[in-house]
């Protein structure tokens, strides 16, 4: 029986060469919504045959025309937003609300870097000898081979695709086998606005079997990943042995300071609508809420309320202010974290507990009293789960706050000008948001610091990741 989701090869859907297929759960109900296609050994050499010569005929189109391809894709995708957004509903568990603005942005990065396509262009530095000069040219790094998640699997994806494809490289994805339909959907627009269809591949499998023969694969020049940090170091440490280049957003475990100076209910009523978004599966989401003393307790008062009154449901119900978490095993880590703070003393404000049997909804959380011990304090938390740490020395909390490996999102509130830009400076991490929730629009550049990342997506810089330079001089 034909999968229904498919892998996508030179333009053409197909499952894999053994058979294989896996079911693919609607979170918030716990049932199949249809198959996903595994790839073998064979269908990924064939892939990355078949990719060469894309890479061959797409960097020779004109960057212009590149960009009016990028440009038509990203049209598609917005026509096609409601049907899109419904499909990563089902397999996702997000609200439709979020889901529709996550297929807007991936439209808004594949229309970004066809903008940046058009504006490439070489460099020329005059010689030292007379009528000498010295040409910088830029051409595409070549395949590309990206491995990208589940909690944004369309907008995520879409960074890569729009860099890639922009700068003239063929991709070969591997998008997480949870969410399929995502991935497919984008590249299906893709592939209806001219793209190359050798150039483009989607394929799924076993991750470590896949990641293993891309990585390996001579025909692959360089590597992108957005997940974890043990998983961005196993494959950074690959793709090092073969002298590959990649580009990765890792982990995080935001802190967020709440200075005393803010309205702690306004405070409150920002950070539950930041930190409860896909029910927490963001790697920017704000996680360890430092919270200067004297508003302390008026503001977990009325987050601990707002979260609380969140009601939860299928993302298909307009209704419904949270959807389910992705999978079993968040759901069973999401609870190891929790328990593991009340067996160490913490106190329960609300939440710590799952709803119903139903699919892999866990309530809102919010801890207080959490010791330093605790896991909740040193993993990525990716749920909704909220400890509470009252402040009242800035230079212990800013240590608290860069203790830990991760460098990618941070976060600030104070009305003080001169308060911000000192703690904005002291924050040891690749993002600051003051005063807002984060989100990452495609005109502006994004990466982690410390373990949270290597190299940045987005911005004017988006197409530099898959680029290398050729120094040419001429007498």
Known sequence: MTSEFPLLIDGRHRDGSGGES???????????????????????????????????????????????????????????????????????????????????????????????????????????????????????????????????????????????????????????????????????????????????????????????????????????????????????????????????ELGGHAPVIICADVDPDWAAELLVRAKFTNAGQICLCPSRFFVEAPIQARFTARFTELAAALRLGDGTDPATQMGPLANARRLEAVARLVEDARQRGARLLT??????????????????????????LREEIFGPVVPILPFTDEAAMLARANGLEFGLASYILTRDVHRERRLTQALDYGVVGVNSALTHYPEASLGGWKESGIDTEGGIEILEPYQRSKHVSIA
Request: overall charge neutral.
């Open 351 to 376: 939440g710590g507990e799952r709803l119903g049997q139903r699919g892999y909804f866990y309530r809102p959380t919010v801890l207080a009293d959490v010791p330093e011990e605790a896991a909740v």
């Open 22 to 248: 896996e079911a693919v759960l609607n979170p918030a109900t716990g049932e199949t919504i249809g198959r996903v296609a595994y790839a073998t050994a064979a269908d990924l050499d064939d892939a990355l045959a078949l990719a060469v010569r894309g890479q061959r005929e797409w960097q020779a189109v004109p960057p212009w025309e590149r960009g009016r391809i990028l440009k038509r894709a990203a049209d598609i995708l917005r026509g096609q937003c409601d049907q899109a957004a419904l499909a990563m509903t089902l397999e996702q568990g997000k609200p439709l609300a979020e889901a529709r603005i996550e297929v807007e942005r991936s439209a808004d990065f594949l229309e970004w870097g066809g903008e940046q396509a058009r504006r490439l262009s070489d460099r020329v530095i005059s010689g030292r000898a007379p009528g000498s000069r010295v040409e910088i040219q830029h051409h595409p790094v070549g395949v590309v081979a990206a491995f990208t998640p589940w909690n944004f699997p369309m907008a995520l994806a879409a960074k890569k695709f729009a860099g890639a494809l922009g700068a003239g490289c063929a991709i070969l994805c591997k998008p997480s086998q949870e969410t399929p339909g995502s991935v497919l959907a984008m590249a299906r627009a893709l592939l209806e606005a001219g793209v190359t269809p050798a150039a483009l591949a989607v394929v799924f499998g076993h991750a470590e079997q896949v990641s293993e023969q891309l990585i390996a694969a001579p025909e692959i020049a360089k590597i992108t990943f957005t997940g974890s940090i043990p998983i961005g170091k196993r494959l950074a440490a690959a793709a090092a042995a073969r002298i590959k280049p990649v580009t990765m």
